[in-house]
């Protein structure tokens, strides 16, 4: 099984400033990696898959990075709405899908 | 669209059946997963059932393999969860969720959750 580990646990940050996430894989996903948003009591959306094709309607200011071991999604411009739990997924090697533990981001 | 039913309270060892009805696509062609919340905890897979043009076979997570069952009924665009011998463990919102594509199997839609309750 793959172990997906994310960090940091919780963010702190201003609104108007950039966020960075960082996803790392117990070993190599190749871009199979997916980022998920979930605000409280709400179902995850997804964000951003194939490491860095962006969902939907997904806006610009969410862009996905990394290949193999090492993922980041980054925030840019934080509005109110985008503070949330971030997960990300692995489908590389499934079953199991395998989800990280999240990443709260909350305003500074 | 995806639409959960069927959560509630059950005791240790009992059984409770979810339903997910989907809509809004060729439900045919739809693999659909179930992702669980433990209260206050992060995600965890439980369960996918793919098309039957894809052979409608199933795959579990290990903590549900043998007690927890997939099934589907084309003919009212619904899947189904059968949950048997049921632990406090289970205790969560359940999701179920559209497969988006073969290329890229992650998870496109889902539903708002059912939740379930294991408790004496």
């Known amino acids: 099984e793959i172990v997906m580990t994310q960090s940091p646990v919780t963010l702190s940050v201003s609104p108007g400033e950039k966020a960075t996430l960082s996803c790392r894989a117990s070993q190599s996903v190749s871009s199979n990696l997916a980022w998920y948003q979930q605000k409280p009591g709400q179902a995850p959306r997804l964000l951003i898959y194939?490491?860095?094709i962006r969902a939907t309607g997904v806006p610009a200011t969410f862009s996905g990075s990394g290949s193999g071991t090492e993922f980041t999604l980054t925030i840019s411009s934080l509005q109110s709405e985008d503070f949330a739990v971030y997960y990300c997924q692995q489908y590389n090697n499934w079953p199991p899908y395998t989800f990280g533990q999240g990443t709260k981001l909350q305003i500074k | 669209q995806l639409e959960e039913s069927g959560g509630g309270l059950v005791k240790p060892g009992g059984s409770l059946r979810l339903s997910c009805v989907v809509s809004g696509l060729t439900f045919t062609d739809a693999w659909v997963t179930w992702v669980r919340q433990a209260p206050g905890k992060g995600l965890e897979w439980v369960g996918l059932?793919?098309?039957?043009?894809?052979?409608?076979?199933?795959d579990y997570a290990a903590p549900v393999n043998g007690r927890f069952a997939l099934s589907r009924d084309d003919s009212i665009d619904t899947v189904y969860l059968q949950m048997n011998s049921l632990k406090s463990e289970d205790t969560a919102v359940y999701y179920c969720?559209?497969?988006?594509?073969?290329?890229?199997?992650?998870?496109?839609?889902w539903g708002q959750g059912t939740r379930v309750t294991v408790s004496p």
């Open positions: 969720a559209h497969v988006s594509s073969m290329l890229h199997p992650c998870f496109g839609t």
């Open positions: 059932i793919k098309s039957q043009g894809a052979g409608g076979t199933t």
């Open positions: 194939g490491a860095s």
